[in-house]
């Protein structure tokens, strides 16, 4: 992979970022990307409150130091679950397949993957992928992703004009 990895964490929680529950779903962000050797530039964990979360990516995408943020949380049903519309505005355009290829992976395993409201896009040249609050959800959902990663960042850097499988 000629782009290095560099890697952005947010975790959107009410209860981990008050302390009330362990973050176990951003530590397995690292740990799954583990084979691409990332960077991780920064982490963070915040409750799930809509102009938090957009004003922490775009935070993140104009420092210009990440080039993959993976949010984790907020992607739901639930009345607290903002994550996928708070991260819409920041992004420029919307990687859809990605989003699709996870939910896809998930419901393979679970009818409850049709529940995730994630989206995956791009932010200037940072890609943004959002993922459910649990551990077994991101994990699910980073190894479906995994092979393609490497090339989708080389697209966004463009540093690729031949598809992988052209060889």
């Not at 209860?15 to 397995?28: H, I, K, L, N, V």
């Not at 943020?69 to 708070?86: F, N, S």
């Not at 077994?136 to 960042?153: F, G, W």
Request: hydrophobic residues 40%; negative net charge; charged residues 25%.
């Amino acid at each position: 992979m000629a782009t290095r990895l560099k890697l952005g964490i947010l975790t959107v929680s009410d209860r981990a970022s008050q302390g009330a529950m362990e973050d176990t779903a951003g530590p397995a962000i690292a740990d799954v990307l583990g084979p691409l050797a990332p960077e991780i530039v920064t982490k963070a964990i915040i409750p799930d409150e809509p102009e938090r979360i957009t004003a922490t990516l775009r935070n993140w995408v104009d420092a210009g130091e990440i080039n993959v943020i993976v949010t984790t949380g907020g992607t739901g049903l639930g009345p607290r679950d903002h994550t996928p519309e708070a991260t819409r505005p920041v992004i420029e355009r919307e990687a859809p397949g990605l989003a699709e290829l996870m939910r896809l992976h998930g419901l393979e395993r679970t009818r409850l993957a049709a529940l995730s409201r994630g989206l995956v896009g791009v932010a200037r040249r940072t890609l943004i992928i959002n993922l459910p609050g649990s551990e077994k959800a991101v994990r699910e959902n980073l190894e479906a992703i995994l092979p393609v990663l490497p090339h989708a960042l080389e697209m966004i850097h463009g540093e690729t004009a031949q598809h992988p499988d052209d060889g």
